[in-house]
């Protein structure tokens, strides 16, 4: 692999210019696939996270009954034009939903990098193309930005809330997210690790605590607000506001925090909302035998 840390991604970024294109070029030299296949890999990455969207926008609900709706309800509170925070902002957290409400009914989504954490990136992405009117190779190289970002945390530290609770997840997710929006508002390649920073730095310590051991409670919401994150990070990165400390020193001590995290608080269901009043009945509800 040509980088395995982030200052090594933007020291190859002065050989192939952007995030996006080391990715690429990263993605040729360990697959051996041809850059067209690379591409149309993606695409097809693209079509499924856009799909998610519309599908859960449209409305549906999960197996259990513990999630759905919540997608269209942001839908219909946006159409009202009554809001709060900004409109870009809202349509990526209304998409976020949208995704992970389809995870949760069992439809078909792209992890990103989990599909616990799936609606981040491609909420993200969906408001800008909505808002912005990116092209299509710009969304592309969205993509291959936080693809990056997200291989040298995978590396680095962890994805999986198993090991790293939500921190890895969420975190993850929100930090491709940002670093891929710096780089799509022509931001340099460092401005994105900043915004990667400042992002981990916010999610550090964030437990995995999805009540009855689903993916929905609290992972739907966390996703709206992850993606509402992004959109912070990317702004402050593009103000020159800088992390004290330094991206890759961030990601390593995420990972020190997953490794110290207790276990109740990684996936298992044992702490946190799942080790609530409600979240124990919940689980009564859903699996007892009685």
Known sequence: MLFQSIEELLSLTETYGTIAETMIQTEIETSQYSREVIIEH???????????IEKGIGGVTSVTGLTGGDATRMNDYLAAENYLS???ILK???NAIAVNEVNAEMGLICATP???????AAGVLAAMVEDY????????????????????????????GAAGGCQAE??????????ALVALRGGTPQQSAQAVAITL????????DPVAGLVEVPCVKRNALGASQAFISADMALAGIESVIPVDEVIEAMHQVGM??????????EGGLAATKTGKAIIHRLYSND
């Open 92 to 94: 990526a957290v209304r």
């Open 114 to 120: 989990t599909a616990g954490s799936a609606g981040v």
């Open 86 to 88: 900004g409109q870009t």
């Open 133 to 160: 009117g990116i092209s299509h190779e710009e969304q592309l190289e969205f993509l291959f930005t936080a693809g990056a970002i997200g291989l040298v945390i995978a590396n680095k530290a962890s994805i999986s």
């Open 260 to 269: 110290q995290m207790p276990s109740i608080f990684k996936e298992t269901a």
């Open 42 to 52: 993606m695409s097809k990455n693209l079509t499924v996270m856009m799909a998610s």
């Open 201 to 208: 730095k916010n999610m550090l310590g964030l437990i995995c």
């Open 170 to 179: 969420i975190g993850s997710a929100s930090a491709m997210a940002s670093g």
